[in-house]
C-alpha cells in the first residue's frame, strides 16, 4: 500500500516512519510512505502556499492552487483514496481504518495556519477528523492514519493474530486487561485465574473482561 503525505513540513515525518513497525512494513516492501512538501507545486518566487481569506478574517490559509497541482502529479494507483484532515470532519475510527487498508492508495492532505480554501473539499474522498479538538496542522492526524491503516496490511505485524482481540477489533469494544511477570508488584497481583493453566477458565476470565466501550 502507498501514503502520499502532502505537507509544507515534510521532515516532520522522517523519525517516526523510519521506526519501529513502520520501518520494518517499509523495508518489506509492503507499505511505502511518501512526504511531499506543497511548496514544490507552487509557481511565484516565494514559494507561497497560503494567502489571506476574502472578508478579512485573521490569519492565513492554505491556498488551492498549490494542492491541487500535487494532487495531479502524484502517481496514481488503482484503489485510492485522497483525505483531508478537518476538526469538523467525520471521526476516524477503527472500522474506517479497516476500510482503507484494503485500497492501494491514500493521499493525505495536511492543513496548517487557519486552514484551507474551502474549494479544496470539492476534489478530495474524505474529510476527517482524530477528534474533537484543534491542533496546529494535520501532520499528527496524518501519521496515526497511516499507523493505524498501516499495521492493518498484510504481513505488517509479525503475528496476524495479534489483530483479532485488541480493541476495538471489534467495534465499540475493549480488550481485557494482559499482565507479565511479576506475579505481585507492590501488593498489585496478577489474577490467579491467568497463572492456572486452564485455558477453558482463561478464557471464559477474558470474555468477562471485554467490555462495550462506555459512550462519552
Known sequence: MRFDILTIFPRIFDSYINESIMKRAQDSGIIEIYSHDLRAWTTDKHHSVDDTPYGGNPGMILKVEPIVRALRALPVLHKKKIILF???????????ARKYAKLDQLVLI??????FDER????????????PYVLSGGELPALIVVEAVGRLCEGVLGNIESLAEETYSTE????YPQYTRPEIFEGHAVPKVLMSGNHKAITAWQKTKTRKQSPR
Do not use: L, M
Open 120 to 131: 479544496v473539499k470539492e476534489y478530495v474522498d474524505d474529510v476527517i477528523s482524530i477528534g
Open 172 to 175: 465499540g469494544f475493549v480488550e
Open 110 to 115: 495536511c492543513g496548517r495556519y487557519e486552514g
Open 86 to 96: 478537518d476538526p469538523a470532519g467525520a471521526q476516524f475510527r477503527q472500522a474506517r
